[in-house]
């Protein structure tokens, strides 16, 4: 048996990068347009658009110009889509109910774009921060200590909200213990079975 030396001159990793076809053929990532998502910030209204100033070139937009841009991110072929809803302060509570509003800001998004483009995959960010009156991402207690699982509870309904207005993917973005298992097993109650 010969032992093959892994030591220079036997091993020449550049014979392998020294064509272009096999550059190609033994590179490790490939980034095309299908490992993208697309994020976009949703607001209320009709025909409204605002910068985000700490983001250069984004912007928030309403539901109606939001299908538009849904429409051309499809035809890019941009697989999905991630909604974060701008909530008006005067919908946010201490309790916020209003992130599982089926009338919601959020849950009127996805069935806007999954109505024009049905084949775009929508994916909601579960998570209570825009929806409480004090920007946490938990429910709060009098002494102002985050409450694991009574806030778990509302992100489980926040889940069932989006998974019934037709989101495809529902994506916890809180600390919270728990919320996925809960969050799972409501979804399979609801058969919400292939929602991700």
Same mark, same amino acid.
């Given at each position: 048996?010969?032992?093959?030396?892994?030591?220079?001159?036997?091993?020449?990793? @550049?014979?392998?990068?020294?064509? %272009?076809? &096999?550059?190609?053929?033994?590179?490790?990532?490939?980034? /095309? /347009?299908? %490992?993208?998502?697309?994020?976009?910030? #949703?607001?209320?209204? +009709?025909?409204?658009? *605002?910068?985000?100033?700490?983001?250069?070139?984004?912007? @928030?937009?309403?539901?109606?110009?939001? #299908?538009?841009?849904? *429409?051309?991110?499809?035809?890019?072929?941009? !697989?999905?889509?991630?909604?974060?809803?701008? /909530?008006?302060?005067?919908?946010? &509570? $201490?309790?916020?109910? *209003?992130?599982?509003?089926?009338?919601?800001?959020?849950? @009127?998004?996805?069935?806007?774009?999954?109505?024009?483009?049905? *084949?775009?995959? #929508?994916?909601? %960010? =579960?998570?209570?921060? !825009?929806?409480? &009156?004090?920007?946490?991402?938990?429910?709060?207690?009098?002494?102002?200590?985050?409450?694991?699982?009574?806030?778990?509870?509302?992100? =489980?309904? +926040?889940?069932? &909200?989006?998974?019934?207005?037709?989101?495809?993917? =529902?994506?916890?973005? %809180?600390?919270?213990?728990? @919320?996925?298992?809960?969050?799972?097993?409501?979804?399979?109650?609801? $058969?919400? /079975?292939?929602?991700?």
């Amino acid at each position: 048996m010969t032992i093959v030396s892994r030591s220079y001159p036997a091993a020449r990793p @550049r014979r392998m990068r020294y064509a %272009d076809f &096999s550059r190609r053929l033994m590179r490790e990532h490939q980034l /095309t /347009t299908d %490992d993208l998502i697309y994020p976009t910030f #949703v607001l209320d209204g +009709q025909n409204r658009r *605002e910068a985000v100033p700490s983001m250069l070139g984004v912007e @928030r937009k309403s539901i109606d110009l939001l #299908v538009k841009e849904a *429409e051309q991110i499809a035809e890019l072929g941009i !697989p999905a889509m991630a909604l974060f809803p701008v /909530t008006p302060l005067a919908v946010k &509570s $201490d309790h916020a109910e *209003e992130a599982y509003n089926p009338e919601g800001l959020a849950q @009127r998004a996805v069935r806007a774009v999954k109505e024009a483009v049905p *084949e775009l995959g #929508v994916i909601t %960010d =579960v998570a209570l921060d !825009p929806f409480t &009156s004090h920007g946490q991402d938990g429910l709060m207690n009098p002494s102002g200590y985050i409450m694991n699982d009574e806030t778990v509870e509302v992100l =489980v309904k +926040q889940a069932l &909200s989006h998974a019934e207005a037709g989101a495809d993917v =529902v994506a916890p973005s %809180d600390m919270m213990d728990g @919320r996925i298992g809960e969050i799972r097993t409501a979804l399979e109650a609801q $058969d919400h /079975t292939n929602t991700q």
